[in-house]
Nanobody
Framework: QVQLVESGGGLVQAGDSLRLSCVAS????????LAWFRQAPGKEREFVVA????????DFADSVKGRFTISRDNAKNTVYLQMNSLKPEDTAIYYC????????????????WGQGTQVTVSS
């Protein structure tokens, strides 16, 4: 079965950096758009960033532009989220997702999801 497993979350201070990883199995990784979403306590899940199948096109939420980058290694079935200049408002559970519908902002376009990794940014 398809599995997406995130790692790399943790507790950091404002201004610090973190890199999240998501390893996929059970699917033909290179066929899929990969995305990161996040969900803060008491809030809806929101789109963060997506990367297309070949890795040459990305789309970011305005709130993370210039601070976050996404990359993928199709040979390793892995997608990365590099988060720099972290802010307390970035605190959330971060989810990796995969889908076949291209760069999309809405969760319903992604068929497979990881279990999430907690990122906490203290002020």
């Amino acid at each position: 079965q398809v599995q997406l497993v995130e790692s790399g979350g943790g507790l950091v201070q404002a201004g610090d950096s973190l890199r999240l990883s998501c390893v996929a199995s059970g699917l033909t990784f290179r066929w899929y758009t990969l995305a990161w979403f996040r969900q803060a306590p008491g809030k809806e899940r929101e789109f963060v960033v997506a990367i297309n199948r070949s890795g040459d096109d990305t789309d970011f939420a305005d709130s993370v532009k210039g601070r976050f980058t996404i990359s993928r290694d199709n040979a390793k079935n892995t997608v990365y989220l590099q988060m720099n200049s972290l802010k307390p408002e970035d605190t959330a559970i971060y989810y990796c997702a995969s889908g076949l519908s291209g760069l999309k902002y809405t969760a319903r376009n992604y068929a497979y999801w990881g279990q999430g990794t907690q990122v906490t940014v203290s002020s």
